[in-house]
């Protein structure tokens, strides 16, 4: 079939526009954990490059599929497929957190599954135009969506302490100080405009190991996720799978590092029977019910095999549960605050 592969590890490759193939990232725990039956109800959250959706479709003879992708270009290289699967595919451009009112939009509440990919697409980084990674000189964007404020413009405009803690709280960068820094005098100078200058500059004060990662990953995906709000649309995404899920439906996530995997557990403890704990924001008074049953105990990592074939998948977490009858709760206040930055703690007037 044109546009698809079989690799040595039994998964599916998409061929992205580029030609090159996209591998799904755990294709066949993701299968497992979301169990698509004959005619049901599923939503991704994530399209891409259609890897999860032509999958899902495949398993279930008669499923009908909504797919949403924040990015137009993923929407526009979708139309094949959209084509292929003969009215059971689905696409809407809208960011995932949108998902319970793009499904009530689309008739299709309420649903037996919802996918979720979370991160940025290999497709995306592989365009240097779109500016997400160091591997390419390009412009410095990484917006997802292709509105809204970019990179350049955040890293240009902000001041020195917000930088310093996008750095250090998203990217969980120890030397997010000294790069702020770097780039208040830079940017004196002349505007940071492009991913070259500012990998370079990266380098330039991070050290790297040798043979691991570039010095300017963390500060990268720091970047990233501030601009596209990547945290904050988990967040509302989880809960709003909650409400739109049918009873046994399963919520099936993937994440990709120790952020967005953090927000995923936390909910879906809290909403598989452990009681939220108390805060100083919401001191619990009496133990909530619980919506979900966890399909999994523990995240699900993929096999040796997979990672060889596709590093991309090293660092990839797949987390799943299934929906109960019991009503949706509201957003807890710590899994909110797990989303943003810390509020600034005021300074502490010197002893007389």
Known sequence: MPGRMQSRAGQTAIESQEGA??????????????????????????????????????????????????DPTAITGGAKLVSEMAGRLTLAQARFSELAEEAQRFDRVPLDGIVLDIGVSSMQIDQAERGFSFRFDGPLDMRMGREGRSAADLVNEAEEGVLADIFYHYGEERRSRAVARAIIEARRKAPLTTTKQLADLVAGIVWAEPGGPHAATRVFQALRIAVNDELGELVRALHAAEEVLAPGGRLVVVTFHSLEDRIVKQFLAERSGRAPAGSRHAPVLTAAQPTFSLVSRGPVAPSEAEMRLNPRARSAKLRAAARNEAPPRPAGPDLVALAGLPEPQPRRRPRA
């Open 21 to 70: 193939p996209h591998i799904p990232v755990l294709l066949a725990e993701v299968l497992s954990a979301l169990a698509p039956k004959p005619g049901g109800r599923y939503l991704d959250g994530t399209f891409g490059a259609g890897g999860y959706a032509r999958a899902i479709l495949e398993a279930a003879p008669d499923a009908s599929l909504l797919a949403l992708d924040r």
